[in-house]
Protein backbone atom coordinates (compact mmCIF):
# COMPACT_ATOMS: atom_id res chain seq x y z
CA UNK A 1 0.00 0.00 0.00
CA UNK A 2 1.40 3.44 -0.95
CA UNK A 3 1.22 6.10 1.71
CA UNK A 4 0.83 9.90 1.62
CA UNK A 5 4.58 10.56 2.37
CA UNK A 6 5.64 7.85 -0.57
CA UNK A 7 3.36 9.51 -3.03
CA UNK A 8 4.69 13.21 -1.87
CA UNK A 9 8.08 12.21 -2.45
CA UNK A 10 7.29 10.74 -5.63
CA UNK A 11 5.19 13.39 -6.82
CA UNK A 12 8.03 16.48 -5.67
CA UNK A 13 10.00 13.96 -7.68
CA UNK A 14 7.92 13.23 -11.01
CA UNK A 15 5.42 16.67 -11.18
CA UNK A 16 6.49 19.93 -11.17
CA UNK A 17 5.92 22.38 -8.52
CA UNK A 18 3.96 25.09 -10.81
CA UNK A 19 1.45 22.65 -10.06
CA UNK A 20 0.32 23.02 -5.98
CA UNK A 21 -1.00 20.94 -3.49
CA UNK A 22 -2.67 22.44 -0.60
CA UNK A 23 -2.19 19.11 1.64
CA UNK A 24 -0.05 16.47 1.09
CA UNK A 25 -2.75 13.98 1.18
CA UNK A 26 -3.66 11.30 -1.69
CA UNK A 27 -6.94 9.85 -1.99
CA UNK A 28 -8.31 7.02 -3.10
CA UNK A 29 -11.27 6.77 -3.47
CA UNK A 30 -14.84 8.91 -2.50
CA UNK A 31 -18.12 9.11 -1.80
CA UNK A 32 -21.02 12.17 -2.09
CA UNK A 33 -18.86 14.58 0.61
CA UNK A 34 -16.38 12.20 1.78
CA UNK A 35 -12.92 11.16 0.65
CA UNK A 36 -10.84 8.48 2.01
CA UNK A 37 -6.41 8.48 1.49
CA UNK A 38 -4.13 5.96 0.55
CA UNK A 39 -3.96 5.24 4.20
CA UNK A 40 -7.72 4.70 4.98
CA UNK A 41 -8.17 8.16 6.70
CA UNK A 42 -11.52 9.49 6.14
CA UNK A 43 -12.12 13.13 5.02
CA UNK A 44 -15.10 15.50 4.50
CA UNK A 45 -14.77 17.34 2.03
CA UNK A 46 -15.66 21.00 1.73
CA UNK A 47 -14.03 21.58 -1.03
CA UNK A 48 -15.59 19.74 -3.76
CA UNK A 49 -12.78 19.38 -6.51
CA UNK A 50 -13.24 23.61 -6.46
CA UNK A 51 -17.04 23.64 -7.20
CA UNK A 52 -17.14 20.77 -9.84
CA UNK A 53 -18.70 17.99 -7.39
CA UNK A 54 -22.40 19.88 -6.81
CA UNK A 55 -23.93 16.65 -7.47
CA UNK A 56 -21.23 15.02 -4.61
CA UNK A 57 -18.72 12.10 -5.81
CA UNK A 58 -19.50 9.10 -7.89
CA UNK A 59 -23.38 9.78 -7.58
CA UNK A 60 -24.83 6.37 -8.05
CA UNK A 61 -27.28 7.82 -11.33
CA UNK A 62 -23.61 9.77 -13.00
CA UNK A 63 -21.75 6.24 -12.41
CA UNK A 64 -24.31 4.84 -14.35
CA UNK A 65 -24.75 7.17 -17.03
CA UNK A 66 -21.24 7.24 -17.56
CA UNK A 67 -21.18 3.26 -17.54
CA UNK A 68 -24.17 2.66 -20.01
CA UNK A 69 -22.02 5.28 -22.55
CA UNK A 70 -18.90 3.15 -21.99
CA UNK A 71 -20.76 0.38 -22.94
CA UNK A 72 -21.50 2.30 -26.11
CA UNK A 73 -18.41 4.24 -27.49
CA UNK A 74 -16.40 6.97 -25.24
CA UNK A 75 -15.22 8.58 -28.49
CA UNK A 76 -15.93 9.78 -31.93
CA UNK A 77 -15.20 13.69 -31.82
CA UNK A 78 -18.36 15.57 -32.25
CA UNK A 79 -16.63 16.94 -35.58
CA UNK A 80 -15.78 13.96 -37.43
CA UNK A 81 -18.73 11.82 -36.17
CA UNK A 82 -21.21 13.66 -34.20
CA UNK A 83 -23.72 12.26 -31.61
CA UNK A 84 -26.97 12.73 -30.23
CA UNK A 85 -26.07 13.16 -26.11
CA UNK A 86 -23.59 16.62 -27.41
CA UNK A 87 -27.65 18.17 -28.97
CA UNK A 88 -29.97 16.86 -26.23
CA UNK A 89 -27.06 18.93 -23.35
CA UNK A 90 -26.97 21.78 -25.77
CA UNK A 91 -31.05 21.57 -25.95
CA UNK A 92 -31.49 21.50 -22.43
CA UNK A 93 -28.99 24.30 -21.12
CA UNK A 94 -30.38 26.43 -24.11
CA UNK A 95 -33.73 26.06 -22.25
CA UNK A 96 -32.48 27.00 -18.85
CA UNK A 97 -30.15 29.69 -19.50
CA UNK A 98 -31.57 33.20 -18.03
CA UNK A 99 -33.75 35.61 -20.50
CA UNK A 100 -35.90 34.93 -23.52
CA UNK A 101 -33.33 35.23 -26.71
CA UNK A 102 -33.01 32.43 -28.14
CA UNK A 103 -29.92 29.98 -27.35
CA UNK A 104 -27.25 27.92 -28.87
CA UNK A 105 -24.37 26.40 -27.15
CA UNK A 106 -20.98 25.11 -28.02
CA UNK A 107 -18.94 21.94 -25.72
CA UNK A 108 -15.27 22.23 -25.08
CA UNK A 109 -13.01 20.52 -21.90
CA UNK A 110 -11.96 22.83 -19.27
CA UNK A 111 -13.25 26.62 -17.93
CA UNK A 112 -10.19 28.24 -19.35
CA UNK A 113 -11.71 26.81 -23.00
CA UNK A 114 -14.94 28.47 -22.35
CA UNK A 115 -13.33 31.07 -21.62
CA UNK A 116 -11.23 31.11 -24.62
CA UNK A 117 -14.18 30.29 -26.80
CA UNK A 118 -16.02 33.06 -25.28
CA UNK A 119 -13.89 35.61 -26.22
CA UNK A 120 -13.32 34.18 -29.33
CA UNK A 121 -17.23 34.63 -30.61
CA UNK A 122 -17.63 38.09 -28.55
CA UNK A 123 -14.69 39.50 -30.74
CA UNK A 124 -16.09 37.46 -34.03
CA UNK A 125 -19.25 39.09 -33.56
CA UNK A 126 -18.60 42.52 -33.30
CA UNK A 127 -15.49 42.85 -34.94
CA UNK A 128 -14.10 44.70 -32.16
CA UNK A 129 -11.23 43.75 -30.10
CA UNK A 130 -10.84 44.93 -26.81
CA UNK A 131 -12.44 43.32 -23.41
CA UNK A 132 -12.96 44.74 -20.23
CA UNK A 133 -12.62 42.63 -16.98
CA UNK A 134 -11.91 42.95 -12.84
CA UNK A 135 -9.52 43.20 -10.90
CA UNK A 136 -9.27 40.07 -8.59
CA UNK A 137 -11.26 38.14 -11.37
CA UNK A 138 -10.42 34.33 -12.17
CA UNK A 139 -10.96 32.50 -15.56
CA UNK A 140 -7.97 29.68 -16.28
CA UNK A 141 -4.66 29.65 -16.88
CA UNK A 142 -4.36 29.67 -20.98
CA UNK A 143 -2.55 33.01 -21.86
CA UNK A 144 -5.89 34.66 -22.54
CA UNK A 145 -7.34 33.60 -19.28
CA UNK A 146 -4.55 34.37 -17.10
CA UNK A 147 -4.57 37.92 -19.01
CA UNK A 148 -8.21 38.26 -17.96
CA UNK A 149 -7.08 37.23 -14.50
CA UNK A 150 -7.19 40.65 -11.93
CA UNK A 151 -4.34 39.03 -10.02
CA UNK A 152 -0.72 39.18 -10.82
CA UNK A 153 1.11 36.76 -8.51
CA UNK A 154 1.19 33.16 -9.46
CA UNK A 155 -1.13 33.75 -12.16
CA UNK A 156 0.49 36.56 -14.76
CA UNK A 157 3.94 37.17 -13.61
CA UNK A 158 6.78 35.61 -15.83
CA UNK A 159 4.07 34.42 -18.08
CA UNK A 160 4.10 37.69 -20.68
CA UNK A 161 3.41 39.23 -22.75
CA UNK A 162 -0.39 38.69 -22.12
CA UNK A 163 -2.94 39.66 -24.45
CA UNK A 164 -3.31 42.86 -26.19
CA UNK A 165 -6.48 45.08 -24.83
CA UNK A 166 -7.23 43.65 -21.74
CA UNK A 167 -8.11 46.39 -19.01
CA UNK A 168 -9.38 45.98 -15.80
CA UNK A 169 -11.52 47.59 -13.52
CA UNK A 170 -12.00 47.22 -9.49
CA UNK A 171 -14.72 44.58 -8.39
CA UNK A 172 -17.01 45.96 -5.74
CA UNK A 173 -16.26 44.77 -2.76
CA UNK A 174 -18.12 46.30 0.68
CA UNK A 175 -15.87 44.79 2.72
CA UNK A 176 -13.01 47.08 1.01
CA UNK A 177 -14.88 49.98 0.59
CA UNK A 178 -15.14 49.63 -3.00
CA UNK A 179 -19.00 50.47 -4.28
CA UNK A 180 -20.65 49.62 -7.42
CA UNK A 181 -20.35 53.38 -8.34
CA UNK A 182 -16.69 52.95 -7.83
CA UNK A 183 -16.61 50.27 -10.51
CA UNK A 184 -18.88 52.45 -13.01
CA UNK A 185 -16.78 55.11 -12.59
CA UNK A 186 -13.50 52.94 -13.37
CA UNK A 187 -15.17 52.15 -16.54
CA UNK A 188 -16.29 55.40 -17.65
CA UNK A 189 -12.97 56.43 -17.06
CA UNK A 190 -11.73 53.95 -19.00
CA UNK A 191 -13.56 54.86 -22.44
CA UNK A 192 -12.16 58.72 -21.62
CA UNK A 193 -8.37 57.57 -21.28
CA UNK A 194 -7.28 54.20 -22.45
CA UNK A 195 -10.09 52.74 -24.91
CA UNK A 196 -12.93 53.88 -27.20
CA UNK A 197 -16.09 51.84 -26.37
CA UNK A 198 -16.33 51.31 -29.43
CA UNK A 199 -13.31 48.71 -29.82
CA UNK A 200 -15.01 47.07 -26.79
CA UNK A 201 -16.11 43.61 -27.93
CA UNK A 202 -17.53 42.30 -24.07
CA UNK A 203 -17.18 43.06 -20.50
CA UNK A 204 -16.44 39.56 -18.70
CA UNK A 205 -17.68 39.47 -15.29
CA UNK A 206 -18.21 36.83 -12.78
CA UNK A 207 -21.03 36.85 -11.14
CA UNK A 208 -19.92 35.46 -7.29
CA UNK A 209 -15.93 36.15 -7.79
CA UNK A 210 -14.20 32.57 -7.18
CA UNK A 211 -10.68 32.58 -6.30
CA UNK A 212 -10.97 36.26 -5.56
CA UNK A 213 -12.95 35.64 -2.97
CA UNK A 214 -16.02 35.25 -2.84
CA UNK A 215 -17.05 38.40 -3.70
CA UNK A 216 -20.84 38.63 -4.92
CA UNK A 217 -21.19 41.34 -7.71
CA UNK A 218 -24.33 42.97 -6.43
CA UNK A 219 -27.36 42.98 -8.50
CA UNK A 220 -26.83 46.61 -9.57
CA UNK A 221 -23.64 46.58 -10.82
CA UNK A 222 -25.39 43.54 -13.34
CA UNK A 223 -27.87 45.27 -14.26
CA UNK A 224 -26.10 48.48 -14.72
CA UNK A 225 -23.40 46.78 -16.58
CA UNK A 226 -26.04 45.26 -18.88
CA UNK A 227 -27.58 49.01 -19.52
CA UNK A 228 -23.73 50.10 -20.41
CA UNK A 229 -22.89 47.28 -22.71
CA UNK A 230 -26.63 48.13 -24.81
CA UNK A 231 -26.08 51.33 -25.36
CA UNK A 232 -22.14 51.16 -26.47
CA UNK A 233 -22.64 47.85 -28.08
CA UNK A 234 -20.49 45.66 -26.33
CA UNK A 235 -21.55 41.96 -24.95
CA UNK A 236 -21.62 40.67 -21.78
CA UNK A 237 -20.22 37.44 -20.77
CA UNK A 238 -20.66 36.09 -17.54
CA UNK A 239 -18.25 33.73 -16.50
CA UNK A 240 -20.28 30.80 -14.24
CA UNK A 241 -17.90 28.60 -14.68
CA UNK A 242 -17.37 28.27 -10.69
CA UNK A 243 -20.87 29.80 -9.85
CA UNK A 244 -22.99 28.02 -12.03
CA UNK A 245 -25.17 24.74 -11.36
CA UNK A 246 -26.99 25.17 -8.19
CA UNK A 247 -24.40 26.72 -6.05
CA UNK A 248 -25.94 30.16 -5.33
CA UNK A 249 -29.06 28.74 -5.25
CA UNK A 250 -29.97 29.50 -8.77
CA UNK A 251 -29.21 27.24 -11.66
CA UNK A 252 -27.04 30.12 -12.79
CA UNK A 253 -25.92 32.85 -10.40
CA UNK A 254 -26.72 35.78 -12.69
CA UNK A 255 -30.60 34.75 -12.19
CA UNK A 256 -30.19 36.89 -8.93
CA UNK A 257 -29.93 40.24 -10.51
CA UNK A 258 -32.90 39.39 -13.34
CA UNK A 259 -30.35 39.91 -16.38
CA UNK A 260 -30.00 38.23 -19.34
CA UNK A 261 -26.11 38.18 -20.49
CA UNK A 262 -25.12 37.64 -24.33
CA UNK A 263 -22.92 34.82 -23.20
CA UNK A 264 -22.40 32.38 -20.13
CA UNK A 265 -19.48 30.23 -19.31
CA UNK A 266 -20.05 27.11 -17.20
CA UNK A 267 -17.98 23.96 -16.55
CA UNK A 268 -16.56 22.04 -13.43
CA UNK A 269 -20.15 20.90 -11.92
CA UNK A 270 -21.59 20.53 -15.40
CA UNK A 271 -21.16 16.72 -15.70
CA UNK A 272 -20.15 15.56 -12.04
CA UNK A 273 -16.42 15.37 -12.22
CA UNK A 274 -16.65 14.29 -15.86
CA UNK A 275 -14.60 17.02 -17.50
CA UNK A 276 -17.19 19.22 -19.43
CA UNK A 277 -17.59 22.96 -20.22
CA UNK A 278 -19.97 24.81 -22.19
CA UNK A 279 -20.50 28.30 -23.85
CA UNK A 280 -24.03 28.98 -24.12
CA UNK A 281 -25.27 32.37 -25.71
CA UNK A 282 -27.48 33.93 -27.86
CA UNK A 283 -28.10 32.15 -31.15
CA UNK A 284 -27.23 34.76 -33.60
CA UNK A 285 -24.08 35.78 -31.55
CA UNK A 286 -22.65 31.84 -31.35
CA UNK A 287 -23.61 32.13 -34.94
CA UNK A 288 -21.33 34.36 -36.25
CA UNK A 289 -17.92 32.47 -35.78
CA UNK A 290 -17.73 30.28 -39.68
CA UNK A 291 -17.71 26.80 -40.00
CA UNK A 292 -14.42 25.40 -38.36
CA UNK A 293 -13.72 28.10 -36.27
CA UNK A 294 -14.79 26.52 -32.79
CA UNK A 295 -14.59 23.20 -31.99
CA UNK A 296 -11.39 20.93 -30.35
CA UNK A 297 -11.00 16.73 -30.49
CA UNK A 298 -12.39 16.12 -26.93
CA UNK A 299 -14.95 18.88 -26.98
CA UNK A 300 -18.19 18.16 -25.84
CA UNK A 301 -17.00 14.10 -25.14
CA UNK A 302 -19.75 11.65 -25.16
CA UNK A 303 -18.98 10.41 -21.23
CA UNK A 304 -18.88 14.19 -20.47
CA UNK A 305 -22.75 14.74 -22.27
CA UNK A 306 -24.15 11.81 -20.57
CA UNK A 307 -22.81 12.82 -17.77
CA UNK A 308 -24.30 16.42 -17.88
CA UNK A 309 -27.62 15.13 -18.91
CA UNK A 310 -27.61 13.20 -15.67
CA UNK A 311 -26.49 16.34 -13.48
CA UNK A 312 -28.88 18.14 -15.08
CA UNK A 313 -32.10 15.37 -14.02
CA UNK A 314 -30.44 15.12 -10.35
CA UNK A 315 -30.62 18.95 -9.31
CA UNK A 316 -34.03 18.90 -10.26
CA UNK A 317 -35.10 15.38 -8.60
CA UNK A 318 -33.33 16.47 -5.68
CA UNK A 319 -34.23 19.83 -5.25
CA UNK A 320 -30.27 20.62 -4.66
CA UNK A 321 -31.33 24.89 -5.45
CA UNK A 322 -33.40 24.80 -2.45
CA UNK A 323 -30.22 22.37 -0.37
CA UNK A 324 -28.19 25.32 -1.56
CA UNK A 325 -30.15 27.62 0.36
CA UNK A 326 -30.54 25.50 3.62
CA UNK A 327 -26.54 24.75 3.35
CA UNK A 328 -26.24 28.57 3.26
CA UNK A 329 -28.36 29.16 5.64
CA UNK A 330 -26.06 26.54 8.08
CA UNK A 331 -23.06 27.56 7.13
CA UNK A 332 -23.59 31.20 7.30
CA UNK A 333 -25.50 30.87 11.05
CA UNK A 334 -23.00 29.03 11.84
CA UNK A 335 -19.50 31.14 10.63
CA UNK A 336 -21.44 34.20 12.20
CA UNK A 337 -21.96 32.51 15.73
CA UNK A 338 -17.54 31.74 15.59
CA UNK A 339 -17.23 35.11 14.25
CA UNK A 340 -18.06 36.38 17.53
CA UNK A 341 -15.72 34.80 18.80
CA UNK A 342 -13.01 34.89 16.45
CA UNK A 343 -12.26 38.13 15.69
CA UNK A 344 -10.03 37.54 12.91
CA UNK A 345 -13.36 36.44 10.67
CA UNK A 346 -13.19 39.66 9.01
CA UNK A 347 -16.38 38.96 7.21
CA UNK A 348 -18.70 36.05 6.74
CA UNK A 349 -20.25 36.21 3.24
CA UNK A 350 -22.17 34.03 0.80
CA UNK A 351 -24.64 33.34 -1.84
CA UNK A 352 -26.40 30.19 -1.67
CA UNK A 353 -24.28 27.61 -0.73
CA UNK A 354 -21.31 29.69 -2.12
CA UNK A 355 -19.84 30.51 1.30
CA UNK A 356 -16.25 31.93 2.90
CA UNK A 357 -14.81 33.76 5.55
CA UNK A 358 -12.35 36.68 4.71
CA UNK A 359 -9.65 36.25 7.57
CA UNK A 360 -7.93 39.61 9.33
CA UNK A 361 -5.44 40.84 11.48
CA UNK A 362 -6.63 43.34 14.53
CA UNK A 363 -10.30 43.27 12.86
CA UNK A 364 -9.22 45.43 9.87
CA UNK A 365 -9.80 45.09 6.65
CA UNK A 366 -6.67 45.95 5.04
CA UNK A 367 -4.65 43.68 7.21
CA UNK A 368 -5.33 40.56 5.70
CA UNK A 369 -4.09 37.52 7.29
CA UNK A 370 -3.10 35.10 4.86
CA UNK A 371 -0.71 33.24 7.55
CA UNK A 372 -3.99 32.03 9.48
CA UNK A 373 -5.84 31.17 6.27
CA UNK A 374 -2.64 28.45 5.77
CA UNK A 375 -2.82 27.36 9.04
CA UNK A 376 -6.39 26.92 9.35
CA UNK A 377 -6.04 24.56 5.71
CA UNK A 378 -3.56 22.42 7.45
CA UNK A 379 -5.14 22.28 11.26
CA UNK A 380 -8.89 21.32 9.55
CA UNK A 381 -6.67 18.61 6.77
CA UNK A 382 -5.71 16.59 10.30
CA UNK A 383 -8.58 16.96 11.78
CA UNK A 384 -10.31 15.30 8.21
CA UNK A 385 -11.88 17.97 6.69
CA UNK A 386 -10.84 19.40 3.21
CA UNK A 387 -10.94 23.46 2.90
CA UNK A 388 -9.97 25.43 0.63
CA UNK A 389 -8.31 28.98 1.00
CA UNK A 390 -8.90 32.05 -2.36
CA UNK A 391 -8.86 35.07 -2.45
CA UNK A 392 -6.98 38.16 -3.87
CA UNK A 393 -4.64 38.26 -0.64
CA UNK A 394 -4.71 35.10 0.07
CA UNK A 395 -6.80 35.15 3.32
CA UNK A 396 -10.40 33.71 2.58
CA UNK A 397 -11.45 30.48 3.36
CA UNK A 398 -14.47 28.97 1.06
CA UNK A 399 -17.03 26.46 1.85
CA UNK A 400 -17.65 24.26 -1.05
CA UNK A 401 -19.73 21.22 0.34
CA UNK A 402 -21.42 18.96 -2.13
CA UNK A 403 -25.13 20.19 -2.56
CA UNK A 404 -26.29 16.17 -1.66
CA UNK A 405 -24.44 15.97 1.66
CA UNK A 406 -26.12 15.05 4.56
CA UNK A 407 -26.97 17.52 7.54
CA UNK A 408 -25.12 15.24 9.72
CA UNK A 409 -21.91 15.49 7.46
CA UNK A 410 -22.08 19.33 7.52
CA UNK A 411 -22.37 19.27 11.20
CA UNK A 412 -19.28 17.51 11.43
CA UNK A 413 -17.50 19.32 9.20
CA UNK A 414 -17.98 22.00 10.98
CA UNK A 415 -17.48 20.97 14.44
CA UNK A 416 -14.18 19.63 12.88
CA UNK A 417 -13.36 23.45 11.91
CA UNK A 418 -14.13 24.96 14.75
CA UNK A 419 -11.90 22.78 16.51
CA UNK A 420 -9.05 24.21 13.99
CA UNK A 421 -9.97 27.43 14.41
CA UNK A 422 -9.44 26.70 18.91
CA UNK A 423 -6.61 25.19 17.86
CA UNK A 424 -4.64 28.00 15.67
CA UNK A 425 -7.21 31.38 15.73
CA UNK A 426 -7.15 34.05 18.56
CA UNK A 427 -10.09 34.08 20.73
CA UNK A 428 -11.95 37.20 21.73
CA UNK A 429 -10.45 38.91 24.66
CA UNK A 430 -14.12 38.43 26.56
CA UNK A 431 -13.47 34.93 26.06
CA UNK A 432 -10.23 34.34 26.72
CA UNK A 433 -10.49 35.87 30.31
CA UNK A 434 -7.92 38.41 29.99
C1 LIG B 1 -14.80 31.53 -12.67
C2 LIG B 1 -13.81 30.58 -13.30
N1 LIG B 1 -13.60 30.64 -14.61
C3 LIG B 1 -12.74 29.81 -15.23
C4 LIG B 1 -12.03 28.87 -14.51
C5 LIG B 1 -11.08 27.95 -15.21
O1 LIG B 1 -11.56 26.65 -15.24
P1 LIG B 1 -10.57 25.43 -15.53
O2 LIG B 1 -9.69 25.31 -14.34
O3 LIG B 1 -11.49 24.25 -15.71
O4 LIG B 1 -9.82 25.76 -16.77
C6 LIG B 1 -12.22 28.76 -13.14
C7 LIG B 1 -11.49 27.77 -12.34
O5 LIG B 1 -11.42 27.80 -11.13
C8 LIG B 1 -13.14 29.65 -12.51
O6 LIG B 1 -13.36 29.60 -11.19
Redesign the pocket.
Known amino acids: MSSNADLHKRRQAAVPRGVSNSLAVYAERAVNAEIWDVEGKRYIDFASG??VLNTGHVHPKVKAAIALQLEKLTHTCFQVTPYESYIALAEELNKIAPGPTPKKTIFL???????ENAVKIARYHTKRTAVIAFAG??????IA?VSLNGKVASYKAGFGPMLPDVYHVPFPTAFHGVSVDDSMAAIEFLFKAEVDPQRVAAIII?PV???GGFYAAPPELLRRLRALCDSQGILLIV?????GFGRTGKMFAVEHAGIEPDII?V??SVAGGV?L?AVIGKAEIMDAPPSGGLGGTYAGSPLGCAAGLTVLDIIREERLLERANQIGHFMVSRLKGLQVRFPSIGEVRGVGAMVAIELVKNQRADMPDGALKEALVQATGRRGLIILGCGLYGNVIRFLAPLTISDALLKEGFNLFEQALNEVAPQALANTGT
Open positions: ISTTGAEAVGFHGRTCEQGEDEVQSTAKPS
